[in-house]
């Protein structure tokens, strides 16, 4: 099975700032990465497939770059609502589909 | 709308059984492969189990493999998971999401609010 290494675990940030998550795989997944944004109590919304495709209605401070084992998300500057949990999945080798163990973005 | 909407979640004990299910309004349901995903309490995602567009083909976890089956109905428009011999380490929030095409390998593009599953004596 691919594991999905996300880095840090959780961050401090303000708003304004520029932000950036990293997500490892422990196998070569090309560009079979997506990314998602849960809020408390709420289920997840898909923010990024295949590495960087913008998801529609997503605001473009949100950006995705990387391909092979290593891949970023980055938020390029922090609005209030983006306080949350992000998680990378792969979806290259699969079953199963794996997530990253989440990153918790905090003020 | 484009939404689905889980239920079937509840209070069981360990070893009993519970059947979620998941109704699936506003796209052609029978189109896209399906899958449950669920979250323990103040953990990460988890990958449980999908189903083809058909319902031809099922994958699961190994942590519930022989445990759990996963169906869909396309005529009702409805996925279910029916979880036998339930452990306290299945109590989470069981998620309904939808694959982006009829292929398992690909990304989750809607998901459902969760249903709560708690398996506790």
């Known amino acids: 099975d691919i594991q999905m290494t996300q880095s840090p675990s959780s961050l401090s940030a303000s708003v304004g700032d520029r932000v950036t998550i990293t997500c490892r795989a422990s196998?070569?997944?090309?560009?079979?990465l997506s990314w998602y944004q849960q809020k408390p109590g709420k289920a997840p919304k898909l923010l990024i497939s295949?590495?960087?495709n913008l998801q529609s209605g997503v605001p473009s401070r949100f950006s995705g770059s990387g391909s092979g084992t290593d891949f970023t998300l980055t938020i390029s500057s922090l609005q209030p609502e983006d306080f949350a949990t992000y998680y990378c999945q792969q979806s290259y080798s699969a079953p199963p589909l794996t997530f990253g163990g989440g990153t918790k973005v905090e003020i | 709308e484009v939404q689905l909407l889980e239920s079937g979640g509840g209070l069981v004990q360990p070893g009993g059984s519970l059947r979620l299910s998941c109704a699936a309004s506003?796209?052609?349901?029978?189109?896209?492969?399906m899958s449950w995903v669920r979250q323990a309490p103040g953990k990460g995602l988890e990958w449980v189990s999908a189903i083809s567009s058909s319902g031809g083909s099922t994958y699961y976890a190994d942590s519930v493999k022989g445990r759990f089956t996963i169906s869909r109905d396309n005529s009702k428009n409805t996925l279910y998971l029916l979880m036998n011999s339930l452990r306290a380490e299945d109590t989470a929030v069981y998620y309904c999401?939808?694959?982006?095409?009829?292929?398992?390998?690909?990304?989750?593009?809607?998901w459902g609010r969760g249903t709560l599953v708690t398996v506790s004596s």
């Open positions: 506003g796209f052609t349901f029978s189109s896209y492969a």
């Open positions: 295949a590495a960087s």
């Open positions: 196998l070569d997944i090309h560009i079979y």
């Open positions: 999401a939808k694959f982006s095409d009829y292929r398992i390998r690909g990304y989750f593009d809607l």
